[in-house]
């Protein structure tokens, strides 16, 4: 990667600085997007369809008869090198909490669409076979990967750790997650057609940054005298909070399930932060006006990037790290059952008829149409 | 990794010193496995229940009610490294063949528990963005995934994209595949409680070194004059010949099924050669009076890294990419239909009361239960 280095510690960082060029991804993206669009049919060989409105979601689901089958596999990014790194400066594995974030960046996607998580499969593709001879971090990454599956009530399936030496970097480690789950019964199905005017917005609160935003996070050390030591908060390393694992959210679905709150949408606030809430295809105004509160370190970055809140919400989860959409007569119900799992919540606006933009009106930002391209 | 270079040409080349620890990374494996076994209870609060037949299998099979789900997630491993070798040699891409590797990897060892594959997802992680940029590269992968799909008959559902810079080396990637699949009817299941004596063994004919063995394959170069280039065969180069694309099964196992075949057991011949043939835990001998033709690329490797026929069929697959166990009356026809799917078929031999070992009659090998350690 080529991204200049910032001439001055006081530049703004732009998440392209930071090194992932989208332009020359996305092209491929949608070629694979339309080549994966044109096998659906293969389905109806077995009998079964494919749920089109899935194709632009986060998980894909098939219609299989008594229930739908959903199926994601996710890649956890570059937050292993922060515990890399961590592990160095402080001789602690941080692996534990980072098996928990890879589970998460599959199953929190993988509910987005009503779906019950039931098996998880490891992906962990080291950089040489000596990846897996220290066995402090190994046992980190199998605890941590059994703990999440404990808390998620799912069954880890088994799953790949290969040693893939002149393709993974020495002493790296390259970790993905895949995910099958059921949707069951078939009304759970959220694929946003029961989405609109008058539903409630509630946010499930984050622990940080989650796994997504890394890029930039890790940038950001060469600007920060003491690096990853540098404190965010009194006694809080800027690498420890990084660090601080991905919550969990199929806990809360779940309950919300067998509470009989009826999901009309959901949204996992990865990529693209805020811009997520958009993520829906239909014309509606999202109107925001109660922001939850923002985590030491997400301030913390925002500042010395130099972000403004308009650049910062488009960018990171602040706060937010997935976002339900609920009857509104229901929002109460589920911001307690939220809580009762250990997961803070706010009621934080509602759904409006109106063309297709997100407003975060305590902060005056206007997220429109243009500003988030999926599909 | 620190693998010693070979001291001549002569000198015998043997996987480890290709570059590949198992001693290093089997204990992770080993709590993996029980980690991961520990998590089944998980299903209950669903109202479902592991198959615990399959957790020694290729794939994790959950009985869901009306049918069993099959889960899987497989690396392709290092053959990619070859096509870029080939790619500056030739100036072709042959990330087509590439794509069909990658899908052959995770359905060939779903279809072997009697699932029917319904959805695969891409798993591609760039070691930078600037790897999607090469247009002819990624529609060669694109446009393999989607023929490769169309072949096994299953949707894509999507995947992942990631740019990882700083994990997968500058250039490379990591391709990988999940796929999920029903087994049904559920007495499609097999995971070898039907598996016995006077069962016919079919063995289905690889199209060369597939995805496993390459650690080896690619050191191999370093012995030869003209490296990739060098002809294994009149007007077939060594990189070429590697480059064949993996056989996919499934279009042989879905026909079988439909012509009532009933498959008792399966193997999936790749990493352990035809130590895989020793798969199941039963104590019977498995008898080969037949052998398959060696493809040439396989016989080049055998002869020169210097390896015996023994050490060759434990480690390569020596022409034969996936071995069926079926009643014996429905030996001949098994043959049959898999040559009507355009895959030559041999009955092989046959399946006998007697101490768990494979007997390679006509080379005079046997392999015994200590050769094969996989659970």
């Not at 390259?174 to 029961?194: E, F, M, W, Y």
């Not at 997400?298 to 009857?327: C, K």
Request: charged share 15%.
């Amino acid at each position: 990667m080529s991204a200049p280095a910032p001439s001055a510690s006081t530049a703004s960082l732009s998440y392209e600085q930071a090194g992932v060029n989208y332009d020359l991804i996305d092209p491929l993206k949608v070629a694979a997007q339309r080549a994966a669009a044109a096998t659906a049919g293969h389905l109806a060989g077995h009998g079964f369809t494919e749920v089109p409105a899935s194709r632009g979601e986060s998980a894909y689901v098939v219609d299989v008869g008594p229930f739908y089958l959903a199926s994601i596999v996710e890649c956890l990014g570059s937050k292993a090198l922060v515990a890399d790194e961590m592990k160095a400066l402080t001789g602690r594995s941080y692996y534990d909490g980072i098996a928990q974030d890879t589970i998460a960046m599959a199953v929190n996607d993988l509910i987005t669409v009503g779906a019950t998580p039931l098996v998880v499969q490891a992906y962990w593709a080291a950089g040489g076979s000596d990846w897996f001879g220290d066995a402090q971090r190994a046992q980190a990454l199998v605890a941590g990967w059994k703990a999440a599956c404990d808390r998620c009530g799912v069954a880890w399936g088994g799953g790949e750790t290969p040693a893939l030496a002149g393709i993974v970097e020495s002493g790296r480690i390259d970790l993905a997650a895949s995910c099958t789950g059921i949707i069951n019964p078939k009304s759970r199905l959220s694929v946003g057609d029961q989405l609109g005017a008058g539903d409630a917005i509630v946010l499930l609160a984050s622990s940080g940054i989650h796994a997504n935003g890394l890029s930039l996070a890790r940038k950001l050390t060469e600007r920060l005298p003491q690096g990853y030591l540098t404190e965010v908060a009194p006694g809080l390393s800027y690498g420890e909070a990084l660090l601080a694992p991905t919550v969990l959210y199929s806990p809360v679905t779940e309950a919300l399930a067998r509470a009989g709150v009826t999901v009309h949408y959901s949204a996992n606030i990865t990529g693209h932060g805020w811009r997520k809430l958009l993520r829906h295809p239909a014309e509606l105004t999202y109107r925001i006006h109660t922001v939850p509160a923002v985590p030491p370190v997400l301030r913390f970055i925002q500042q010395h990037a130099g972000h403004d809140d308009r650049e910062a919400y488009s960018t990171l989860n602040m706060g937010a790290g997935f976002a339900l959409f609920v009857p509104r007569e229901q929002a109460e119900q589920t911001v307690a059952i939220a809580r009762a799992e250990g997961v803070e919540a706010v009621l934080a606006g509602q759904v409006e008829a109106g063309a297709k933009q997100l407003l975060i009106e305590p902060l005056g930002i206007r997220f429109a149409s243009d500003d988030l391209q999926l599909r």
